[in-house]
T-cell receptor, first 112, second 114 residues
Framework: AQSVTQPDIHITVSEGASLELRCNYS??????LFWYVQSPGQGLQLLLK??????LVQGIKGFEAEFKRSQSSFNLRKPSVHWSDAAEYFC??????????FGKGTRLHILP | EAQVTQNPRYLITVTGKKLTVTCSQN?????MSWYRQDPGLGLRQIYY???????DKGDVPEGYKVSRKEKRNFPLILESPSPNQTSLYFC?????????????FGDGTRLSIL
């Protein structure tokens, strides 16, 4: 069965610092991978997705993620965070006719 | 503007009083879904619908009902709400069912059952 693990429940970084949020997945075939962001009081918004091809994908708001098949990972990165990036981030995996499964989320805190 | 609209955004009610949370999408999507979000548990799927008149249970369907009479609407019904249904609820839609379909989410409905 497919599953998604986000090992960090909370992450705190200083404004301007780089960011990496971890995501590990389990899926028997080639997965479809997503990152969503949930800002306070809002629904989830798609940041980026990986289906195939280049393993480094670019998303909105300056985020990128790298698919590493050997490590079953799809970590989200941003070179320099802004206070407005404070939110909860969800990794998700799907495949073929399977529905999308979400991780439990990582809450990002930004220090001024 | 493409969107998923949920109403109400906030509701405080009492145990046993039937309530309905509406969800409507304007993207002509076939697939719609309801989730609840609880601290430490992430998003858990309640029910989903692959098309009009086709609904199925998700991971936590107990205590909930849904219907899909029109493509755009997918209401969530709590016939006899209980305090353990206090949660943040999200409706989502995508073009069709499948693991490669990005989902569009509403802004959420925060329910408090006293």
């Amino acid at each position: 069965a497919q599953s998604v693990t986000q090992p960090d429940i909370h992450i705190t970084v200083s404004e301007g610092a780089s960011l990496e949020l971890r995501c590990n997945y389990s899926y028997g075939a080639t997965p479809y991978l997503f990152w969503y962001v949930q800002s306070p009081g809002q629904g989830l918004q798609l940041l980026l997705k990986y289906f195939s091809g280049d393993t480094l994908v670019q998303g909105i708001k300056g985020f990128e993620a790298e698919f590493k098949r050997s490590q079953s990972s799809f970590n989200l990165r941003k070179p320099s965070v802004h206070w407005s990036d404070a939110a909860e981030y969800f990794c998700a995996v799907g495949g073929g006719d399977d529905k999308i499964i979400f991780g439990k989320g990582t809450r990002l805190h930004i220090l001024p | 503007e493409a969107q998923v609209t949920q109403n109400p955004r906030y509701l405080i009610t009492v145990t046993g009083k039937k309530l309905t949370v509406t969800c409507s999408q304007n993207m002509n999507h076939e697939y719609m879904s309801w989730y609840r979000q609880d601290p430490g548990l992430g998003l858990r799927q309640i029910y989903y619908s692959m098309n009009v008149e086709v609904t199925d249970k998700g991971d936590v369907p107990e205590g909930y009902k849904v219907s899909r009479k029109e493509k755009r609407n997918f209401p969530l019904i709590l016939e006899s709400p209980s305090p353990n249904q206090t949660s943040l609820y999200f409706c989502a839609s995508s073009s069709r069912y499948g693991g490669n379909q990005p989902q569009h989410f509403g802004d959420g409905t925060r329910l408090s059952i006293l």
